[in-house]
């Protein structure tokens, strides 16, 4: 009877403790009319968040997931109901939250090593996935191991059309029976960006039925060379593609080597966001915590990324596998986001102290992480192409209201491998938001940008201590981190800018609560710049950064502090500066001389670069920077070795007398970029480091070519990263009027300072010898002759109507 008492009062003591802990337990072996113990586990996440519910004091409440596949059959929904309950895994990676469906199916063989099945019911299939793996649709061109572009082209050299591999000539379209349904994806002709477009059909003269290409803000026709189309049967020709054929509701798949379909593991994906935090300002989602889960298997989303990002060259699709509504407090923590079709993590409109953790997101189709705000906090909100002119803009300074992601936090997280599908995207999107802060993370292979800021609404940013570089592999035209500043202020043509903020000097800080800080990062961007300050950016503090590769950027804006950096084998690339600029550029490391564009009097009478551009130090020949002078620039800067304590292991901290000192650089840390969690660091990829080079010589530095002069104006031609200025493509080329005179026979014909000519009558005219071939030959006896110049990033028609029997001298 003792013994008896002793058992009974044990057991009311244990449940004593599952009570006070209120824990409920989910298994795949569990069963939802259990009450959710560690004996008695749940089997879906709909019963744990019911059971979850119910209990008090929900700040201790934790719903723990037993390692194992969760097919979730719906978006899990997170309200005000749920605040303060963390949901986990029982141990980091092991419980999986997949939006798709395994499948059970009878292959048999079909032909060429194509195996096809009957799938049990009519399905909208997005993705297929073998043994854990995303598989291909079937594509043209297919992929290649080790190409960059759609996995079909290299990065380098960029091509500009490839008749071989096109899919959308004639023949091919023809040996498609049926392409409705498929998808061709292309690249913006100037790399800024892809574009997607549905095939409806074929056109009765065989060209394609389609619609879509708006996924850029900037729209173009498609690019020459990138482009592919999928989901076609005709083109299953390659190991680990596949097509589903919905009328007839048969999959065909063509496994790869060693793959055994009657034991492999089968899933599709159907689910386009798998956690939806849905609260408001009102009532927000509070402290809920979601802790070690594998986040697997959501569609992708390329067709609904429509809507235009202000000025920003983006359009968006507000989702991904976790998207946050109107949370406060909220975690994402240890968790993994693998091979996922769209955005990892979306932070929509009113959010508060979202903070996202030790995450590692990889192989996804769209952005990592995105903060995106709404335009109705936007004063004024104005697309890139229709401008808001100054004298009908709000002209009140800050914002409408709070709608948007504020706080927030993304640290220590490894992001790689984003933007398999969609070629807009970044590691870290930051759009219409305030006090965003990035820390200690590694961002690395992916097609555009590392860190993306898409306007100067509303600042306050912080990025600190990452590692960030193999960055722009596919696009162009930006670098590992890229922001804009179209505000309210950016009128696209300098002149206009200039004469409005000289009445209106804080007009630059209207649509900014505080400035953005760049500070001990490390940066690396081979196909633009490490550091890419477009188009007005304005209001940022910039220190104790190392560039290793293409340095920094700064195009037409306003109070940019850059002090203390170090930038290896490149410089400051100062690009259409305003007068009053207040910008200040000191105590940097630079290897070479500044790389200017559109740097011209025209804007700034003076010719006087920012506040105060001096005390730096230069690794090339004092010779190559003496034509700086002019411009007020490194009066007291030094050309010298600045004595690295040991640049090919990374450390490029100076020794003690090093002259880099004596300007007022000082030494910070180089052992702590990116992830410092030991279970990413143990995996995460560092930058190729640059050899060092001094005392660059004037030859590679300084390339001056004899003056050539037409209408009495200056001609030069732009190249290279100096095509930016122009908003056109690297190799587009071009013949640049340098400075137009109001009295010169140029202004009297219509041309203004800074015009780009790239065509004549319908002539390409990429070199000054090709406008010369046409003056002097080929307009003998045309009385009409129609130039497009880009101006303003825009292109503009100017019609002569003589003939043109000037000499180009």
């Known amino acids: 009877m003792k013994l008896k008492s002793q058992i009974t009062l044990f057991l009311l003591f244990c449940t004593t403790i599952i009570l ?29 968040q019911e059971l979850a519910r119910k209990l008090s004091n929900k700040n201790s409440v934790e719903v723990i997931f037993a390692a194992g596949t969760y097919y979730l059959p719906h978006t899990i929904v997170l309200t005000s109901a749920d605040n303060g309950i963390t949901y986990r895994s029982e141990t980091e990676g092991s419980a999986i939250l997949s939006g798709g469906q395994l499948l059970n199916l009878t292959w048999k063989p079909y032909k060429n090593g194509i195996f096809e099945a009957s799938m049990p019911a009519d399905m909208v299939i997005d993705q297929l996935f073998v043994n854990g793996e995303r598989q291909r649709m079937a594509r043209y061109p297919n992929a290649i191991p080790g190409m960059i572009i759609f996995d079909a082209w290299e990065a380098k050299p960029r091509i500009k059309t490839d008749s071989a591999n096109n899919p959308l000539r004639p023949e091919k379209i023809a040996s498609w029976k049926n392409p409705e349904g498929g998808y061709i994806h292309a690249m913006h002709i100037h790399l800024w960006g892809g574009m997607h477009y549905l095939i409806k059909g074929k056109n009765a003269n065989g060209t394609l ?12 026709e498609m690019h020459g060379a990138y482009r592919i189309v999928e989901n076609i049967f005709e083109e299953l020709d390659a190991p680990g593609e596949w097509y589903y054929n919905k009328a007839q509701r048969k999959i065909y798949f063509m496994p790869q080597v060693g793959t055994d379909l009657k034991t492999a593991k089968v899933e599709v994906v159907r689910l386009k966001n798998l956690i939806e935090f849905a609260g408001s300002k009102v009532n927000p989602v509070q402290s809920v915590r979601l802790e070690g889960f594998v986040f697997r298997q959501a569609a992708r989303t390329f067709m609904e990324n429509k809507e235009p990002l202000l000025r920003s060259d983006w359009t968006i699709y507000r989702g991904g596998a976790v998207l946050f509504n109107g949370a406060e407090n909220c975690t994402v923590e240890n968790c993994e986001f693998d091979q996922l079709g769209g955005n990892a993590i979306f932070v929509n409109k009113y959010n508060k102290g979202i903070a996202i953790r030790g995450c590692y997101i990889h192989n996804c189709g769209a952005s990592g992480v995105a903060f995106v705000g709404d335009t109705s906090a936007v004063r004024s909100p104005q697309n890139f192409v229709d401008r808001i002119g100054f004298d009908k803009m709000d002209r009140t300074p800050g914002v409408r209201n709070d709608n948007y992601p504020q706080d927030c936090l993304v640290e220590n997280c490894l992001i790689t491998l984003i933007g398999r599908d969609e070629k807009q995207t970044a590691g870290v999107q930051v759009s219409m938001s305030y006090k965003i802060r990035i820390n200690h993370c590694s961002i690395y292979d992916v097609p555009r940008a590392g860190i993306n800021f898409g306007e100067g609404t509303f600042g306050g940013h912080i990025i600190e201590n990452c590692d960030i570089f193999n960055t722009v592999l596919e696009t162009g035209d930006h670098g590992s981190f890229n922001s804009w500043g179209r505000d309210r202020f950016w009128a696209g043509d300098p002149k206009l800018t200039v004469a409005e903020v000289a009445k209106n000097p804080e007009m630059p800080t209207w649509d900014m609560l505080a400035p953005n800080t760049i500070r001990n990062s490390r940066w690396r961007c081979d196909h633009g710049w490490d550091v890419d300050l477009d188009d007005g950016s304005s209001n940022y503090n910039i220190y104790n950064n190392l560039m290793l590769s293409r340095g920094l950027k700064l195009r037409e804006g306003y109070n940019r502090t850059v002090t203390n950096n170090i930038i290896i084998g490149s410089s400051i690339h100062p690009h259409c500066w305003y007068p009053n600029s207040n910008d200040v550029i000191k105590n940097n490391i630079i290897s070479r001389p500044y790389m200017g564009a559109l740097m011209n009097r025209s804007i700034a009478p003076d010719g006087k670069w920012g506040k105060d551009v001096d005390n730096n130090l230069f690794l090339c020949e004092a010779k190559s920077m003496a034509r700086y002078a002019v411009n007020g620039c490194d009066k007291n800067s030094v050309f010298a070795d600045p004595q690295f304590v040991d640049a090919k292991s990374g450390n490029f901290r100076v020794k003690e007398g090093s002259p880099a000192l004596k300007m007022g650089f000082v030494n910070f840390p180089m052992d702590q970029f990116g992830v410092q969690k030991p279970s990413l660091k143990r995996i995460v990829k560092t930058p190729e480091l640059p050899e060092v080079v001094i005392n660059i010589p004037v030859a590679t530095a300084i390339v001056e070519k004899p003056a050539t002069t037409w209408l009495d104006v200056v001609l030069r031609e732009p190249a290279g990263d100096e095509m930016s200025a122009y908003g056109v493509g690297f190799d587009d080329g071009g013949v640049l009027f340098t400075m137009v005179d109001e009295n010169s026979l140029a202004a009297k014909s219509g041309f203004r300072t800074g015009d780009l000519l790239q065509s004549v009558n319908a002539i390409k005219i990429k070199t000054i010898q090709q406008l010369k071939d046409y003056v002097s030959t080929k307009n003998k006896g045309t009385q009409k002759h129609s130039f497009t110049v880009i101006r303003n990033q825009s292109p503009v028609k100017i019609t002569i109507n003589q003939p043109l029997e000037l000499i180009i001298n």
């Not at 802990?21 to 560690?38: C, E, L, M, R, Y």
């Not at 039925?209 to 173009?220: A, D, H, L």
């Open 20 to 48: 006070t802990a209120q824990t409920i337990h989910v298994s795949t072996n569990g069963n939802d009319k259990n009450p959710g113990t560690v004996a008695r586990p749940v089997l879906t996440f709909d019963k744990a």
């Open 209 to 220: 039925k389609t619609e879509g290409g708006w996924q850029n803000n900037r729209p173009s």
